[in-house]
């Protein structure tokens, strides 16, 4: 029998982990909060955020909501400085425009790139999740102890267990939104979650994903303790569309909006959505952000009240620029990822929709 086994042993061949290099664990995610603990004054902020949200979808709170701020956060400095001007900005137009910084930590890649601060903070391949991790979390405290809500995109389903606590506003993006596993996380995630139409321009998937959401699931998940566990979840009904256009142009017309919204009763979802300025809508140009933005509110003047809100790509200064080996050549508060508008024109922009929405 011993000479069996020992034959067995020999002839396995390994069948698993042949393209990994390593593992390496991380922190859970219940001893980084612990580190980076919430506060009575952030948690005020992320609470009535979400509220604040919830009322605009429902139409008790007739305000836009803006989500607006830099494409993605690569340099600690240059975050704070834009959510201090912005804080700042917020406060001027409270009545009627809710703003929320736009604090993205990861990105989609089409095929390869820059994956965000998270995956690799150093932005030199070191791939550091450990501090990446702990610097979106700092991040957030900080831009929430300015009273300035944040919002971010869900990309990698155990990243929330990290950070989710302190986001008010979330969006599943074109790229995943046809996804299994980001219907599935999106249905226990406590804040309101914008769905966005697919890459090509489809509506329809970003309908499914609402329903989807909506509804309660179990799946596999980690605890916070970092241990793999079944997830059960009730479903997220604080959902909304953001357009963003797609292959087939851009979707903010009128007639856009109103296929959408159609599409949205028909499906007895909430026919209140908001507009992307930026991707296909803007044709990837920064410029063009202002168009859609001017084309929305007056449409919005015009007396649509389901455009209940604004995605915005500003950084603060405008464009964007390569990322480079030597990381003191990069030009300070240019975007490294996709195009954003400077902060002199976002702040005009958001001036002028004050001064012509209706009280």
């Known amino acids: 029998m011993a000479d069996d086994k020992d034959q067995l042993t020999q002839a396995l061949r390994p069948t698993e982990d042949l393209n990994v290099v390593s593992t390496v ?115 957030l405290l900080n831009v929430n102890r300015l009273g300035l809500p944040a919002g971010t995109e869900v990309l990698d389903p155990i990243t929330p267990q990290y950070i989710a606590d302190l986001v008010t506003w979330a969006a599943i993006g074109a790229r995943t939104i046809e996804s299994q596993t980001h219907r599935q996380m999106a249905s226990g995630l406590s804040m309101p979650i914008g769905y966005k139409n697919a890459t090509g321009g489809e509506l329809q998937i970003a309908i499914d994903a609402m329903k989807s959401s909506g509804s309660a699931h179990s799946f596999l998940g980690i605890d916070d303790h970092g241990r793999t566990a079944l997830v059960k979840t009730r479903g997220n009904q604080a959902g909304h569309m953001i357009l963003r256009g797609g292959r087939s142009g851009p979707n903010y017309s009128p007639a856009n909006i109103q296929e959408a919204i159609e599409m949205l009763a028909k499906n007895k979802l909430t026919t209140r959505l908001m507009v992307d300025c930026s991707h296909a809508n803007s044709n990837k140009k920064y410029q063009n952000q202002e168009i859609v933005w001017r084309e929305v509110i007056q449409q919005r003047i015009a007396g649509n009240q389901d455009l209940m809100g604004l995605l915005v790509e500003s950084n603060i200064n405008e464009g964007n620029q390569p990322m480079c080996a030597d990381l003191s050549q990069l030009k300070y508060g240019v975007s490294i990822t996709d195009e954003c508008l400077g902060w002199e024109k976002t ?6 929709a004050y001064e012509v929405l209706p009280a």
């Open 347 to 352: 702040e005009e922009m958001i001036r002028w």
């Open 25 to 139: 664990p991380l922190t859970p995610p219940g001893e980084v909060q612990e580190e980076l603990p919430m506060t009575v004054e952030v948690n005020r902020v992320v609470i009535e955020g979400r509220e604040t949200i919830k009322r605009i979808l429902s139409g008790q709170d007739r305000r836009m909501l803006v989500v607006v701020g830099p494409c993605s956060i690569h340099d600690e400095d240059a975050c704070m400085d834009y959510a201090n001007r912005l804080a700042k900005l917020s406060k001027e137009v409270a009545s009627k425009l809710f703003v929320v910084m736009r604090v993205y930590f990861e990105k989609p890649r089409t095929t390869v790139g820059w994956k965000g601060l998270i995956n690799d903070p150093h932005l030199d391949g070191s791939f550091d999740m450990e501090a990446g991790i702990r610097l979106a979390r700092k991040l």
